[in-house]
């Protein structure tokens, strides 16, 4: 298990905004009476940067935003099963580029939608509980990862319909994954989370002959030689209660517990020894009245080209500002700056008419644009001010 060394204190923002950008609503739908939550735009396709997907109960439902503030809805997915209730979702491509939409919930069946035909694709089977998040690889998004409550992250190939990889077993988690996410440069590399208080590393290096398989595989998918990735190479305990969300900063990871926190930190491996190491932790976003759970945080798109050039925080003179932003219990929505140390929070957005708790964020492909769903069945639109 990697330890923190003492001594490293580190960066904690201040919640006093700073006002460099500012938003206002321009928009609030009431999609259903059942929560949402999860929102997300489509950057898996750029003549769709506009276009983003919220689910809640049995339901996928697709967006478009507008100028002026206007939204209009594009398609709706009503699930079969009235009992299912989806909570993530996640734009992928099929090997055309094609843009797909896949969503997991209660059922732990994922669900393949081709938003190009507006027809079911594939429908993935394999969890033993509710999926709580799905994630894909963006250097190949035909691949999805997967965060269950059966204690197991799974690797899909869409294209194929194969599971390639099941990270669990002796060294996995010990109780409901939350979150998982891709390293943004390093293709083996795997972040996951969950209520066993742990952020735990994979590395899928050595199977990755099987990820390549994965793309010619024409036989039935349940007859893919799946493999088992039962030891993570670093295990970190940063929080002590459930870790609900983590995201890659380049080689930095960003995670969030229940503490009113998101906490940037470096994990330090030690290769002879996998699952050993040293954990520093760099900077700390506070986000009052944050302290339930599955609430997850989003960062802009261009976060991970702007963290691959900034080697010590603070120095990206030559790049985008990029952003990290989260919801809380009442309806509130904190932005904050990821390369300045200390940390600059850019906006506290609120509205006297928000008062539900916001599950998910997303920030449009340029900035512009901040969405979020809400507990209440609302979502929320706000733009900046020019």
Known sequence: ?????????????????????????????????????????????????????????????????????????????????????????????????????????????????????????????????????????????????SASKDESVRLWNVHTGVCILIFAGAGGHRNEVLSVDFHPSDIYRIASCGMDNTIKIWSMKEFWPYVEKSFTWTDLPSKFPTKYVQFPIFIASIHSNYVDCNRWLGDFVLSKSVDNEIVLWEPKTKEQSPGEGTIDILQKYPVPECDIWFIKFSCDFHYNAAAIEVNTLGQSPHHNTSFCLSGNREGKIYVWELQSSPPVLIARLAHVHCKSPIRQTAMSFDGSTILSCCEDGTIWRWDAIP
């Open 1 to 145: 298990m990697a330890r923190v060394p003492l001594g490293c204190e580190p960066a904690v923002g201040s919640l006093l905004p700073s006002k460099k950008r500012d938003y206002r609503v321009t928009n609030r739908l009431q999609e259903g009476k059942r929560p949402l939550y999860a929102i997300a735009f489509n950057f898996v396709d750029s003549r769709y940067f506009d276009v983003f997907a919220t689910v809640g109960g049995n339901r996928v439902t697709i967006y478009q935003c507008l100028e002026g503030g206007m939204v209009s809805i594009l398609q709706a997915y009503v699930d079969d099963d009235k009992d299912e209730s989806f909570y993530t979702l996640s734009w992928v491509c099929n090997l055309d580029g094609s843009p797909f939409l896949v969503a997991g919930g209660i059922n732990g069946i994922m669900r393949v939608i081709d938003t190009g035909s507006e027809k079911l694709y594939k429908s993935f089977v394999g969890h033993g509980d509710s999926i709580n998040e799905i994630r894909t690889q963006t250097l190949k998004p035909s691949l999805v990862a």
